[in-house]
């Protein structure tokens, strides 16, 4: 099946937009479709410079091609109208990340669907906030419990002030 089909497109997640609060803040269509593995890739953290400051104030996720590891995440289902927002969200036209289609492993079969990989990564722990939500949505959305435990392992930036989970907490009362 192809990422763009009859109106709406396949978007594979694997960053804070696991969690359908923060993904939905700009893309309201999102409808969750199913959670996927994406073999031969890996989850890192960082920044698209090397001193920038970014609305989570630490890295955040990005996949990175290495032979035998897999990154798990959550297939949505958008409206085509959110694909600007989706790429405004993820600063591609400020070439912070690239769209890619990618070949996703479920439950009905292998997906092509649209992500984002970082341009120019320098390594950067994240801050607990943006880990926190990438943990709730690995949670809320059911992935492997070893997958989520090595999310729950990964190092902080320790950064205790405001930041984009704020706005997401709002939401979720």
Known sequence: MSAVTRGKFMYFAFGSNLLKERLQLA??????????????????FGLWEQH??????GGVATIESCPGAEVWGV??????????????????????YSPIEVSVETGQGTMLCRTYQMN????????????????LGAEQNGLPVEYLKNLEAIKTNNYEGP???????????
């Open 27 to 44: 893309n309201p269509s999102a409808i969750f479709f199913s959670t996927g593995r994406l073999k031969d890739y890996k989850l890192n």
């Open 52 to 57: 920038v400051e970014s609305a989570w104030h």
């Open 75 to 96: 297939i949505w289902t958008l409206s085509n109208e959110n694909l600007r927002s989706l790429d405004n969200q993820e600063g591609v036209s400020l070439g912070q």
């Open 120 to 135: 120019n990564f320098h390594a950067c722990p994240p801050s607990p906030q943006y880990k926190q939500v990438v943990c």
């Open 163 to 173: 930041s984009v989970l704020d706005e997401i907490r709002d939401v979720l009362k």
